[in-house]
């Protein structure tokens, strides 16, 4: 498709809510550095907006969870479909590159590969955790599946789907022994006490359910441990305008919470326990090897379908225990996510420091497993798709290299 002679090589490229923005943001880098000259446009955040990408709508448009809330914002978000895949096939990308969101970008996906468009989905769906035959339908939408987990490209191979695990972008961001001591210093926190950070997820909905149990559960750690300090880290404006509403209705937790902007690895680190909603905030607990506490509830007529239909296979729904494939960490879920379950999950750990000792080399291990250069691989996977590929410089990719 690509015509060199007449215009710079172009990427169309859709991400979702914050965690997409930063996974974008390192892809659209590490092209550039193949592509100098090349063109990016789509949906994005301040972070791929900042590596060069315009921006045709926001990131944030597309950060919406769940099924009963997709369904609430659904004349919206097809709208937004409808006008974006007639800009993109106007703009005659050479791939577009739909990040995660996949309830969005896969039906796009499928509209433009259906009309000569080469399309990469970076961030499998959950595979592992929902039915598998996701797996084969995102055939029919991506020419290729960029995989940040090792246990998932064997399930898309077996469905017929061209899938690369290329690692995940924070192992590769987050250092193997995280420096707790410095953490502390850069937010004034004193060596000796005791930290919890709560991260109830960056999406207002979630905050808005989750973080007034955080902090009912916090004040129950705050009666055996006066000295606790709480860090909330907020995504961005709104996120942080819905943490200062839950705390302003939350006198006790008050005085002891600092809200930060961002900063939710430095908060981690810092902290002795983390109480978090699953999602990547588990996996960047995990980097940063503090024990954790996961606690979540979906909307209730969402569990309804979900358990109505069988539709989670996995054990398991936090990422240190699908990646070991264990119960390393707890997970209270539903109606198991109450404040005195959450407080003593927590307590459990504070109490027994050996026990968080002894988490550190299990994610340690796991760390080095996912510490791939992602950005890189998930380029190179790209560039290769367009016939460009760099393997002869030693940039291969797969599970094995």
Not at 10 to 15: G, L, S
Not at 198 to 215: C, K, N, T
Not at 294 to 305: E, F, S, Y
Not at 323 to 349: G, I, S, Y
């Amino acid at each position: 498709m690509h015509d060199s002679a007449n215009r710079p090589i172009r990427f169309a490229v859709i991400a979702g809510e914050t965690s997409g923005d930063a996974l974008g943001a390192g892809l659209v880098a590490a092209l550039r550095a193949r592509f100098p000259d090349a063109e990016f446009a789509g949906v994005c955040g301040p972070a791929m907006r900042a590596a060069g990408v315009e921006a045709w709508a926001d990131a944030g448009e597309l950060a919406v969870m769940g099924l009963a809330e997709v369904l609430a914002h659904l004349p919206r978000l097809l709208r937004l479909r409808k006008t974006l895949r007639e800009r993109i096939l106007a703009w005659k990308p050479d791939v577009f590159i739909g990040i995660d969101a996949p309830d969005f970008n896969l039906g796009l996906e499928r509209w433009l590969k259906r009309r000569g468009v080469r399309t990469v989905h970076y961030v499998g769906p959950s595979v592992w955790a929902w039915r598998e035959s996701r797996a084969a339908k995102i055939g029919a939408s991506a020419d290729r599946v960029l995989c940040l987990f090792p246990m998932e490209p064997p399930i898309y191979a077996h469905h017929g789907v061209d899938a690369v695990f290329v690692g995940h972008p924070l192992a590769d961001a987050i250092p193997l022994d995280p420096d707790r001591a410095a953490a502390r210093a850069a937010l004034g926190i004193p060596v000796h006490d005791p930290v919890l950070a709560l991260l109830p997820g960056s999406r207002l909905g979630e905050i808005e359910r989750m973080l007034p149990v955080f902090l009912d559960a916090a004040d129950g750690v705050a009666a055996e441990f006066p000295d606790l300090r709480l860090l909330i880290p907020a995504a961005n404006a709104q996120c942080r305008g819905a943490i200062e509403h839950a705390l302003s209705r939350s006198p006790a937790s008050a005085p002891r919470s600092l809200v930060l902007d961002g900063d939710a690895q430095r908060a981690m680190i810092a902290s002795d326990v983390v109480l978090l909603a699953s999602g990547t905030a588990a996996l960047e607990a995990m980097l940063c090897k503090r024990p954790m506490v996961v606690g979540h509830r979906i909307a209730p007529m969402t569990h309804a379908i979900v358990r109505g239909l069988g539709l989670l296979k996995s054990r398991f729904v936090s990422l240190p225990n699908i990646l070991a494939n264990e119960a390393l960490v707890p997970e209270l879920l539903q109606d198991d996510c109450t404040a005195p379950k959450l407080r003593d999950a927590v307590l459990a750990w504070l109490r027994d420091p050996e026990a968080a000792i002894a988490l550190r080399p299990r994610f340690r291990a796991l760390h080095e497993t996912l510490r791939r250069d992602a950005s890189a691989r998930a380029a190179d996977a790209v560039a290769e798709l367009l016939g460009t590929g760099n393997r002869e410089q030693g940039t291969g990719f797969g599970a094995g290299s």
